[in-house]
């Protein structure tokens, strides 16, 4: 139960390029679906709430790189990320925020809803807690039917005094279900600080109180993450062991659309210091410190994200709004 | 046919479905080890193990997301609520997550689950374990609730309900356990979901009624029969999706109607069956749709105030007498 604290330096070993471009690339998309979302809002084609993930991007990525296709993935309403680091497609996404036909779930989720059966991407789930019970129960699934997959879980530090919180640690470790929670402390449930809601702000040692392995890691260093998940994997595939990371990150934007600045809880200052962990500035700085990348790989790598980007935004906008009949369809399952 | 009590028919749909569907597992608070705390699941840990018969610690919002992550990778639960009081504290589960996961998703999950126990009116257990609590579940699209008034009910619908692809709300009743009546053995035996059963035919009044308060119609309709009163009754058997067809041929024929219910009346089934009634065949009617309910407020424990609480034989018959009697006939 070690407590993986200090990120790699520049100075660890050779870094793979081929692992460094991938990363890299999914980090930058992320960020960039999310500012194009953040436009697109404020153009009126997103409606309703609106999660960004930005700042938070090692995580996911992290977290994706240490699993098998085949892995499964549940998240909450700030999951965008998530979903893209599983290897869903931008534009299905885009268009699920677009409220559009050919969204992944045809328009009826929306940015909190976002479900990929093909990636096996379980959601989008945007009451806070609810769907960590759910987790447990899919690596029971995986238990019961002695498969060697496991489930990572992401929610954040505001499900953490939910009751299904510890009811879930309970029942995982009770069961020794392959799950995998990952809490992204980003310190603000909304705009509550961790330390106005929790008796124990220390989140990985919940873990401990349910005799599972748990750790704490840095959220901005994306080897980090994927060195601290990608152990948790090992037990979860080896046998079934469950686990708790904490992953110390911070989200830039507000808690949503609404909240745009997130100023009223939290100072400039402390949004400005943060930003000096930018895990995408880190990863960019590593890689061309180390010579994994030149300047021309992270340019090219930008542009290509970029593009696709753009195209996900311009397939989003050309996708119809979803036919009336869709209002009755897929309420029940038939046969 | 077999003779057997409304528990048994249900322990039998389980073990007949458990035996015939190896993702069909039992999960719940005292299910296995303790034998169920009505028996309804009596020896299935014997015959099916502990993997298929799953003692929970008491955490019903838990263990219902439990059965819901596992009936999204295509496993079959059966979660037991000790009684579906109880299920209140997974309302969140079954309504924002059982409910709208395959409409969120466009189609592309599904959760076949069922969550039954028994929930209703029951003997002097107050406030709290004795309710209706079908009402805070129909009204869900995505769910379908079922109550089963026979022990040949039992065992069909339960059987339907664990072969259908959607979370299916099952309650039974405490109070209809013991209850004897025939069964057919056959283990394909099933009672599509969705569908009414006239219990009995009449001419002059159709009621409508399910569970313990069929029962209590019944002895009305053979006390107005002396009467010359002819009642037809109907049982909607699953409440969500009604059957509104049956009820309303039945409505067409004899042109009254009582609706009984055991819930507290304001925004309960028999409001919603009333309602229904008015929009399709309100020329049909010779008298208003009368509602016997369960009065306004929580069920007392004292034997003589949880009396004028519940619907009883005599106010059933009361509010017949009145609605032949409405136009003068």
Redesign the interface.
């Known amino acids: 139960m070690a407590k993986t604290m200090a990120p790699q330096k520049a100075t660890g070993p050779a870094l793979d390029p081929g692992l460094v471009r991938k990363l890299l690339t999914d980090m930058l998309l992320i960020r960039r679906f999310e500012e194009k979302a953040a436009e697109a809002y404020a153009l009126g084609k997103i409606g309703g709430f609106l999660h960004l993930y930005i700042g938070q991007e090692a995580v996911a990525v992290g977290a994706t790189s240490a699993l098998r296709p085949d892995d499964y993935v549940i998240s909450a309403y700030r999951e965008h990320g998530h979903c893209l680091a599983k290897g869903s497609d931008p534009k299905r996404m885009m268009a699920e925020l677009f409220g559009r036909r050919d969204?992944?779930?045809?328009?009826?989720?929306g940015s909190m809803?976002l479900?990929?059966?093909s990636v096996n991407f379980?959601?989008?789930?945007a009451?806070v807690g609810?769907?960590?019970?759910?987790?447990?129960?899919?690596?029971?699934?995986?238990k019961?039917?002695a498969r060697d997959q496991v489930i990572v879980c992401y929610f954040g530090d505001g499900a953490v005094p939910q009751?299904?919180f510890h009811?879930?640690l309970?029942?995982a470790a009770?069961w020794k279900l392959p799950v995998i929670y990952l809490c992204e402390n980003n310190r603000y449930a909304m705009g509550t600080s961790t330390d106005r809601a929790l008796a124990q702000t220390q989140i990985w040692k919940f873990g401990q109180t349910y005799g599972i392995p748990s750790e704490k890691v840095d959220g901005m260093d994306v080897f980090a993450v994927r060195d601290v998940v990608g152990r948790a994997v090992e037990r979860a595939r080896r046998d079934t062991t469950p686990s708790l990371i904490e992953a110390d990150t911070y989200r830039f934007r507000g808690h949503s659309m609404r909240d745009p600045a997130g100023a009223v809880y939290r100072t400039k200052e402390e949004v400005e210091h943060e930003k000096e962990r930018d895990p995408i500035a880190l990863l960019r700085q590593r890689a061309l410190a180390g010579g994994a990348l030149t300047e021309a790989d992270v340019r090219a790598i930008e542009k290509d994200v970029s593009d696709r980007i753009d195209e996900a935004v311009a397939f989003a906008d050309a996708s119809p709004e979803p036919p009336a009949e869709g209002l009755f369809?897929?309420?029940?399952?038939?046969? | 046919m077999a003779v057997m009590t409304y528990r048994e028919a249900l322990n039998q749909a389980l073990r007949e479905e458990m035996r015939r569907d190896p993702r069909v597992f039992v999960i719940g608070e005292e299910v296995g080890l303790y034998d169920g705390a009505y028996k309804v699941t009596q020896g299935l840990l014997k015959e099916f193990g502990a993997k298929r018969v799953v003692d929970t610690p008491i955490c019903e919002s838990g263990f219902t997301g439990v059965g819901i992550g596992a009936a999204m990778l295509g496993l079959r639960p059966v979660v037991e609520m000790m009684t579906f009081n109880f299920s209140l504290m997974a309302m969140d589960q079954i309504v924002n997550t059982a409910a709208k996961l395959h409409y969120m998703s466009g189609g592309q999950f599904s959760v076949p689950l069922v969550i039954r126990g028994p929930g209703g009116p029951a003997a002097q257990l107050a406030a709290q374990h004795s309710q209706s609590m079908e009402t805070y579940y129909y009204h869900v699209p995505g769910l379908k609730v079922v109550r089963p008034t026979t022990p040949m009910d039992a065992k069909g619908l339960l059987k339907s309900a664990i072969r259908d692809d959607n979370p299916v709300i099952f309650i039974e009743s405490e109070t209809l356990y013991h209850l004897k009546g025939e069964v057919p053995d056959d283990p394909d035996f099933l009672i599509p979901l969705g569908q009414a059963i006239v219990r009995r035919e009449g001419t002059d009044v159709t009621v409508v009624a399910y569970m313990g308060m069929m029962y209590r119609a019944l002895e009305a309709a053979e006390e107005l029969a002396k009467e010359g009163i002819s009642v037809e009754l109907v049982d909607p058997r699953t409440l969500r999706p009604m059957d509104t067809e049956t009820i309303i041929g039945s409505v067409r024929k004899t042109h009254r109607v009582v609706v009984v219910e055991a819930g507290a009346g304001f925004a309960g089934m028999g409001s919603e069956i009333a309602a229904f009634i008015t929009e399709q065949a309100f020329d049909d009617l010779d008298a208003p749709v009368e509602r016997v309910t369960g009065a306004n407020a929580p069920m007392p424990y004292a034997r003589n105030l949880e009396k004028l609480k519940t619907p009883t034989t005599e106010k059933i018959l009361a509010a017949v007498r009145r609605v032949c009697n409405a136009n003068g006939s």
């Open positions: 969204g992944l779930s045809h328009g009826k989720g809803h479900f990929d059966k379980l959601g989008g789930h009451i609810a769907h960590l019970p759910v987790a447990a129960g899919v690596a029971f699934a995986i019961y039917e009751g299904e009811e879930s309970n029942l009770l369809t897929d309420i029940y399952k038939e046969g």
